[in-house]
């Protein structure tokens, strides 16, 4: 339907499109004043609005932090192969770098000049701090010094937890994932992205210290519980070797404290040490080895919770074409 206005006596029409014959001039009849008039094709287009839904897919990011206060156990590794995979698979990704050296950039061969440093300043805007890595894929870098948004958010007197999340408005309705790489240790940039993300995916080395590095971070995660809803959704063993039994008996125990958030386990993979060398993602790197499937495995498991969690696929792909 369409509204066709009467030059005339100014009464409204509601007039059904369809009738409307295209690319011609056609007169018409006010039904109140009987006057008529011509109208053309164009003016009809005109008069009916786009629909930004049809143009583009709303989206509706999940936001996954990919954390645990042990470094060393694969986090920046997962973050960036699980983003790479995503948006091989035909989903827009965000990856937001907030590890102090710039890893996930450098693990995908870029060098942000700028990222959250200039975000949370206000110098840039989200747009402009965003740079794009691959297709679907783009990253926010930590940026000048992640130090200094250390500082931006302590100086705050009150509300600072959601200093990352103001800044990242808007962001959602871009993206179908946006991961979240988080540095070793717990500080103020750590419960920012806490605060900011909706979703936790803690990588796990299979080895006996982690089991209590996970103890103690679910126990600061159920302290931010009482002020947002936020959920350990995967627990992601890594360095599972299969040719010893103790990483897989500890994979055991991981499964009976927490059930089938519990993935299948990435292995050790050399490959996946070698990669970023050459700046390359698992998938470029090596596509057939061990770290790849593993990933794509990953990727396939958070994209079946699709329907629980809400991300729209873009293209509705759900596996990574390539392999
Ligand atoms: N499954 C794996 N097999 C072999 N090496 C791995 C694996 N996952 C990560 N690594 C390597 O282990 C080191 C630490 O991984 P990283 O992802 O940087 O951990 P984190 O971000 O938690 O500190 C890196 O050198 C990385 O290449
Ligand atoms: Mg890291």
Not at 34 to 45: C, G, N, S
Not at 119 to 142: D, K, M, Y
Not at 185 to 196: A, E, I, K, M
Not at 296 to 307: G, S, Y
Request: glycine share 8%; charged share 25%.
């Amino acid at each position: 339907m369409t509204v066709i206005v009467c030059p005339k006596c100014s009464r409204r029409h509601r007039v059904d499109t369809s009738k409307i014959t295209q690319n011609r001039r056609q007169l018409v009849r006010c039904k109140v004043c009987d006057h008529r008039f011509p109208i053309h094709v164009a003016q009809k287009m005109a008069a009916e609005p786009a629909q930004p839904e049809a143009i583009e897919k709303r989206r509706n990011a999940r936001k996954i932090a990919v954390s645990l206060s042990k470094g060393g156990v694969g986090k920046t590794t997962t973050s960036v192969n699980l983003s790479a995979g995503l948006a091989l698979a035909g989903y827009k990704v965000l990856l937001v770098d907030t590890d102090t050296q710039g890893q996930s950039s450098f693990m995908l061969g870029k060098k942000p000049q700028a990222g959250l440093t200039e975000l949370l300043t206000g110098e840039l805007t989200a747009e402009e701090a965003i740079v794009s890595a691959r297709t679907n894929l783009s990253i926010l870098g930590g940026g000048r010094s992640l130090a200094g948004v250390k500082r931006i958010i302590d100086k705050k007197s009150f509300g600072s937890e959601w200093t990352l999340t103001e800044a990242m408005e808007g962001l959602d309705n871009k993206f179908d994932f946006i991961i979240i790489d988080t540095s070793p240790g717990w500080d103020q940039l750590t419960v920012n992205v806490l605060f900011y993300a909706t979703e936790v995916l803690t990588p796990v080395a299979l080895e006996v210290m982690s089991l209590h590095g996970l103890a103690e971070f679910t126990k600061n995660l159920h302290a931010i519980q009482k002020y947002k809803p936020i959920n350990l959704n995967y627990v992601l063993p890594t360095f599972l070797d299969t040719r010893i039994d103790q990483p897989q008996n500890i994979n055991r125990k991981l499964k009976s404290l927490y059930g089938d958030k519990v993935c299948q386990p990435i292995r050790y993979d050399e490959q996946l040490t070698r990669a970023p060398a050459h700046g390359k993602t698992i998938f470029e790197f090596v596509p057939d080895g061990n770290g790849a499937a593993d990933y794509e495995a990953l990727v396939r498991t958070i994209v079946k919770d699709n329907t629980i969690f809400g991300a729209m696929p873009t293209k509705g792909g759900t596996v990574i074409p390539s392999l």
